[in-house]
């Protein structure tokens, strides 16, 4: 959670209501997994600041939102920032698939386009993602560990801070160079394996920020990293 959390939940309120066949997608097989995601997120909010309420949980921001165990994603999206996505792999498939996912902020892609994909086609059209990076992405998912979480993070220029950003995979977005963009969209990735059902979580937490309020330590930080020649080109 952050500072953003109570306009975040604002806008996903508005998402969960209006576009919710756009944001949520479950297959028929992904449900114990799902219900395990459900019953993890339960058992995390109080710790950060969530109170019960009957059977409902005051948010941080006031909300009271019914624990609905019935709408398990439709639930998790109404009550914290993060997005999730739940990934499995069907016995002897060579890769994990996309099984589930309350996605209320994607950035350059869209839910039906990836339900039920492999990790390769997922990643279509993202240029890195060739064979060598698929074969050290499974050999990651595959050796993931419960109780052992991996994260990493990504910084992209926009010229618009929409959260909700879907595209189609045969439409790329035009990325503005620093001194065009006017906002940097980062995206906190965190993948978690579930004991019970072996599902892969890829959990998104996405923090938009108006580029003139990067502090010089933030600046310096991305001038010294690998992400500084993508930026600029």
Same mark, same amino acid.
């Given at each position: *959670? #952050? ?5 975040? *939940?604002?806008? &996903? ?7 919710? #066949?756009?944001? $949520? ?8 997994? @799902? ?6 997120? *339960?058992? /995390?909010?109080?710790?950060?600041? %969530? ?6 949980? @005051? ?24 997005? %999730? ?7 002897? !498939? ?6 589930? !996912?309350?996605?209320? %902020? ?8 990836? $339900? ?5 086609? $997922? ?6 993602? #060739? ?40 439409? &790329? ?7 065009? /963009?006017?906002? *940097?969209?980062?995206? &906190?990735? @965190? ?10 979580? %890829? ?5 938009? $920020? ?13 001038? !010294? ?9």
């Amino acid at each position: *959670m #952050d500072e953003a959390y109570g306009a975040q *939940m604002a806008h &996903r309120e508005w998402l969960l209501t209006h576009h919710r #066949d756009e944001v $949520i997608a479950c297959q028929p097989h992904a449900r114990e997994a @799902v219900e395990e995601l459900y019953a993890t997120v *339960m058992d /995390a909010l109080p710790a950060l600041g %969530f109170t019960r309420a009957g059977g409902a949980w @005051v948010c941080p921001d006031g909300r009271h939102v019914t624990e609905d165990s019935d709408q398990p994603l439709l639930t998790l999206g109404r009550l914290v920032q993060n997005d %999730f996505c739940v990934h499995l792999q069907h016995p002897g !498939a060579a890769e994990h698939h996309l099984a589930a !996912a309350v996605l209320c %902020f994607p950035a350059g892609w869209r839910l039906s386009d990836k $339900i039920g994909r492999p990790l390769t086609q $997922i990643h279509v059209p993202v240029d890195p993602y #060739d064979e060598s990076m698929a074969r050290r992405v499974q050999r990651m998912f595959d050796a993931l560990q419960p109780g052992r979480l991996l994260w990493r993070a990504n910084a992209l220029l926009y010229a618009d801070p929409e959260l909700f950003a879907p595209r189609s995979s045969e439409h &790329r977005r035009h990325q503005p160079k620093l001194g065009e /963009a006017v906002w *940097m969209r980062s995206e &906190r990735q @965190v993948l978690r394996k579930l004991p019970e059902s072996g599902a892969v979580v %890829f959990t998104i937490h996405t923090y938009v $920020i108006p580029v003139e309020k990067l502090t010089q330590a933030q600046l310096a930080s991305l001038k !010294a990293s690998p992400l500084w020649d993508t930026l600029l080109s």
